[in-house]
């Protein structure tokens, strides 16, 4: 019986962590301010400054209407040897990826 409650909890302990790791890599902390997934370039760069690159990377089909949006990534830091690298495709926010600097 005490092993079984031990299981859960154990269980239950590693799901909220990796629920928490996961809420992470969708938001990003430029000084006082967050960035979240679905925020417009002129949000992002209100909140986090110019970025030091900026990559135009292609386009994309939309789901919908068929139109082509255009992909560019971001890159920020590096901040304590991470950069940041943020995906907008059609003028919103759709990844935000941390890299070690090489």
Avoid at 37 to 46: A, I, T, W
Avoid at 79 to 86: K, Y
Wanted: net charge positive; charged share 25%.
């Amino acid at each position: 019986m005490i092993m079984r409650s031990l299981s859960i909890i154990t269980l239950v302990t590693l799901t909220a962590g990796l629920l928490s790791a996961t809420a992470q890599a969708d938001t990003l902390r430029c000084g006082s301010a967050l960035v979240s997934l679905g925020d417009r370039p002129f949000e992002v760069e209100r909140k986090c400054g110019a970025p030091v690159h900026r990559d135009p990377v292609g386009y994309t089909l939309g789901s919908y209407d068929r139109r082509e949006y255009m992909i560019e990534e971001w890159v920020y830091g590096p901040s304590n040897g991470m950069l940041s690298i943020l995906r907008f495709e059609g003028n919103r926010l759709t990844a935000i990826e941390r890299r070690r600097e090489r």
